[in-house]
């Protein structure tokens, strides 16, 4: 199976999370998202969906992660740091041919929510919708793609790694 290229690659990202004030959380509460937290769930969220379906684990470095979505290293682990905190993913550390590499095991769809600004109305209210990425993967798309998370900028061969811990 061939390996994807960078750019090759897209982000989808449906209207419905772009246009949302945030998402709410395990606790009720509505939490503002920017862009950059909208794009990092954006990928977390495709990639997780796209191995699960293929049967495999999602794992990611935080470097990757940052890389992939043109981020900050730092900004990438505190939008991570918030998501894990308001259970929007669960994630555990494993070693992969001696690289740390965090394995996604949870990645929900949001419940998202919206300013409701109506003409001639001083309130905003809050409508909660429910936010379900689909995907139809043409099977030209499916084979194309790496049969797990392929980055040769960080040395990792798919076909050669041990487990440490």
């Given at each position: 199976m061939s390996k994807q290229r960078n750019e090759n690659q897209f982000l989808m990202m449906p209207y419905k999370l772009l246009n949302a004030g945030g998402y709410v959380n395990s606790n009720g509460e509505c939490v503002k998202m920017n862009l950059s937290d909208k794009v990092i769930y954006a990928h977390l969220k495709n990639r997780f969906d796209f191995f699960k379906s293929l049967g495999n684990e999602y794992y990611d470095?935080?470097?990757?992660?940052?890389?992939?979505?043109?981020?900050?290293?730092?900004?990438?682990?505190?939008?991570?740091?918030?998501?894990?905190?308001?259970?929007?993913?669960?994630?555990?550390?494993?070693?992969?041919?001696?690289?740390?590499?965090?394995?996604?095991?949870?990645?929900?769809?949001?419940?998202?929510w919206y300013k409701d600004k109506k003409k001639g109305s001083q309130k905003a209210a809050v409508v909660v919708e429910m936010l379900e990425f689909e995907y139809n993967f043409p099977e030209d798309v499916l084979d194309s793609m790496p049969d797990v998370n392929y980055y040769p900028e960080s040395g990792f061969d798919p076909d050669n790694f041990e487990t440490e811990y």
């Open positions: 470095t935080q470097q990757s992660i940052a890389d992939m979505c043109n981020m900050d290293l730092k900004a990438t682990g505190n939008i991570l740091r918030k998501f894990i905190e308001d259970g929007l993913t669960t994630v555990y550390k494993k070693r992969f041919n001696g690289y740390p590499k965090n394995v996604y095991t949870y990645v929900p769809n949001l419940q998202l």
